[in-house]
């Protein structure tokens, strides 16, 4: 089907329901056996999958990781993935509506930046059976006649939960998008924002601090420029739209807030090797 110029071809829970209530905003899938998810594409759901063995590849916002046993995967509304699964793999997929995800999105604790940049968790023996407990009593109550919704919240949020601790002894990296509260604000500015301001004084005006000092902050926590914060938010949405929308170049060159194709092409070949067309064709 053809899509309107500049239209996402986003997946709705609604698809997934096989004729559930439309008030539904839980789904429960296993998975087993080779799937394969060829065309990239997006969800306007939250998804959370628990591998209890398998391999392949999962791609989120193009990049790829490796599939394998006592792994949860995280997948925000508006991110883009594909999959090819083997025969081998066993796993749970709980797809929550958007409605349900933003009301615990504070269980989850830390930003969405830290769970997108890491969305693939390597979990132990004990983490795992905790998780697949909650996973295996949000499946009894769904396929109930009677489907005590309240409960299902909670064990959504539990989950959330468990994950977040899970994240926090495991991770050593996670401090520093929360250590420093600048850091927190930073990011979420440039994901409002980046498709009109590319500058860091733009940002350090809104927080009311030096360019300077925002550099060295985030040097000192991310160990990176502020300015490459800015670059990476931009880079991954002219890759979701050169894959996943059926705008031109030239369309996307200015909904990003480039002057003209050249600068913008100058700019994805800088950061990727790559012009827009050849990344656009792959």
């Keep these: 089907m053809k899509h309107p110029p500049g239209h996402f071809p ?49 791609t989120i916002d193009f990049i790829p990781h490796r599939i394998k046993s006592h792994q949860v995967h995280l997948l925000f509304p508006g991110q883009v993935h594909q999959w090819k699964m083997t025969q081998q793999t066993i796993g749970y997929q709980l797809m929550i509506s958007r409605e349900w995800f933003e009301w615990f999105r504070p269980s989850l604790r830390f930003s969405a930046s830290y769970y997108q940049s890491h969305p693939v968790m390597n979990i132990s023996e004990a983490h795992y059976q905790l998780l697949l407990y909650e996973f295996r009593a949000i499946q009894k109550e769904l396929s109930g006649t009677n489907t005590a919704w309240e409960l299902v919240q909670t064990r959504c949020q539990l989950i959330c939960l468990l994950i977040s601790k899970i994240v926090e002894s495991a991770s050593g990296d996670f401090e520093g998008y929360h250590s420093n509260p600048v850091i927190t604000k930073y990011i979420a500015l440039v994901d409002q924002h980046f498709k009109q301001e590319h500058s860091v004084a733009f940002y350090a005006g809104k927080l009311h601090i030096s360019a300077n000092y925002l550099n060295i902050v985030c040097r000192k926590n991310l160990h990176a420029a502020a300015s490459s914060l800015i670059y990476d938010r931009i880079l991954l949405e002219a890759k979701r739209l050169l894959k996943v929308s059926e705008m031109s170049v030239k369309d996307i060159v200015y909904a990003l807030g480039f002057y003209d194709h050249a600068n913008f092409s100058k700019f994805f070949r800088l950061q990727t090797g790559m012009t827009p067309t050849q990344f656009k064709d792959l």
Excluded at 10 to 27: A, D, H, K, M, P
Excluded at 33 to 53: W, Y
């Design 10 to 58: 986003v997946l709705s829970i609604s698809g997934f329901s096989e004729g559930q209530s439309t008030r539904c905003n839980v789904l429960f899938h296993e998975l087993r056996g080779a799937h394969s998810i060829d065309d990239p594409h997006k969800h306007d759901f939250f998804v959370i999958m628990l591998f209890e063995r398998g391999s392949g590849t999962h």
